[in-house]
């Protein structure tokens, strides 16, 4: 595996913005109402993004072999760097998706209603950018230095 590009994350970021601003404006001139955005949505990427930086505290304590843990099995350090890549993506991919939504309302700020969709939506922003984070620095702990530097001493 390679480490991830932050080409990559914008690419994703505008496709999936691209998906939400089509898709509330689909909503919007179709079904003649406003894409619905719950509160569970930030609520949730805050708590994945908690998760993904106590395992990664937790992955960076095992690998350096830090007094009081065990060491990480190979596989767990593979499976973890996979993690890794898979929450960076999902966090650009959601928070390109809500901000191409928050985008979509922006001009009916006025009306009560999509203002709290619009600000729960940034809001969601937000916490995909953490999730995109700490999936960023979960894969920098789970690097492999490259093979022509010497290993550090113990």
Known sequence: ???????????????????????????????????????????????????????????RARLERRPGTRPMPPLVAARSAALALAASRTGAAVGGFYLGVALTLSSSWGIDYVRTVIVISLVSVVAALGVMLAGLWLERVCRIPPADEPPEAD
């Not at 089509?22 to 949505?41: E, Q, Y």
């Open 1 to 59: 595996m390679s480490a991830t590009r932050p080409r990559l994350l914008l690419v994703v970021a505008l496709v999936a913005g691209v998906l939400g601003w089509a898709l509330t404006s689909l909503v919007d001139r179709f079904a003649d109402r406003t894409l619905p955005v719950p509160v569970t949505v930030p609520l949730l990427l805050v708590l994945l993004a908690i998760a993904l930086v106590v395992w990664t505290r937790g992955t």
